[in-house]
C-alpha cells in the first residue's frame, strides 16, 4: 500500500494528483524549482523540496534531484504527472530499481508508445482500430507520396520519435506534401534527435479523448 507520493510535475496537474491523494488518506511530497517556490502546489502537499533553479533541465527534468528529494522524504512512490519525465523510460525504470513505486505504465510500454510508428503498429496487431497511414517510417518524398495518393489528402505528417506539435505538417496537395517533408525532418532531428516521419489521414476538427 502506497504511504506518500512524490508528485514530480507542477501547476495544474500537481494539484490533481495531491488533492487526489489526499482524498485517498495519502500523503504528497512536493517538488519545485527556485521559481516555483510559492506555486499554490508547494502549499496543498504535507511536504516540499526544492530540486534545482527555474531551468526545468536543472530541476523537473533532473532524474537524481528527484530521487533524493524522494529518498529525504521517505516517498515509497513517485507520481510524474504529464509532460517532462512522465514518458521517460529510463525514469521508469531507475524507480523501480530504487524500490520507489513509478505510478504510471511499465518501461517497455513507455518505450514502444514513445515511437509513434511502432505504437502504430502495436495497436493494429491488437485489433484495435488506427487511424488510415503508413505502415513504415517514410524513406523519401516518393514514397510519401504514393502513401498519401493511397489514403487520400489532406494528409498530416508526423515526426515518430515526439509529440507537442513538433515535426507535424498538414498537407492538402503532393506539391504542399514536397515541400513541407524535409522542413519537418529538420525540425523533429532537431526536437527529438531523430528525423523520423510517417503520415496519417488529416481529421479536421479531432479532439483528444
Given amino acids: 500500500m502506497i504511504s506518500k507520493i512524490l508528485v514530480a510535475n507542477r501547476g495544474e496537474i500537481a494539484l490533481r494528483v495531491i488533492r487526489s491523494a489526499r482524498e485517498l488518506g495519502i500523503k504528497t511530497v512536493a517538488v519545485y524549482s527556485q521559481a516555483d517556490k510559492t506555486s499554490l502546489h508547494t502549499m496543498l502537499a504535507e511536504e516540499k523540496v ?3 533553479p527555474a531551468k526545468a533541465s536543472e530541476s523537473y527534468l533532473n532524474i537524481p534531484n528527484i530521487l533524493s528529494a524522494a529518498e529525504i522524504t521517505k516517498a515509497d512512490a513517485i507520481h510524474p504527472g504529464y509532460g517532462f519525465l512522465a514518458e521517460n523510460p529510463r525514469f ?6 530504487s524500490g520507489i513505486t513509478f505510478i504510471g505504465p511499465q518501461a517497455s510500454i513507455i518505450r514502444l508508445m514513445g515511437d509513434k510508428n511502432k505504437a502504430r503498429q502495436a495497436m ?3 485489433g484495435l482500430p488506427v487511424i488510415p497511414g503508413s505502415d513504415k517510417i517514410i524513406e ?4 510519401a507520396k504514393k502513401i498519401a495518393q493511397k489514403i487520400g489528402f489532406p494528409v498530416i505528417i508526423k515526426a515518430a520519435a515526439g509529440g507537442g506539435g513538433k515535426g507535424m505538417r498538414i498537407c492538402r496537395t503532393a506539391v504542399q ?3 513541407q517533408l524535409p522542413i519537418a525532418q529538420n ?4 526536437a527529438f534527435g531523430d528525423s523520423s516521419l510517417y503520415i496519417e489521414k488529416y481529421i479536421s476538427g479531432a479532439h483528444h479523448i
Fill in 50 to 52: 526544492c530540486i534545482g
Fill in 140 to 143: 523519401d518524398a516518393a514514397d
Fill in 187 to 190: 525540425e523533429a532531428k532537431s
Fill in 92 to 97: 521508469a525504470e531507475i524507480c523501480e530499481t
Fill in 124 to 126: 493494429k496487431k491488437a
Fill in 177 to 179: 506534401l514536397e515541400e
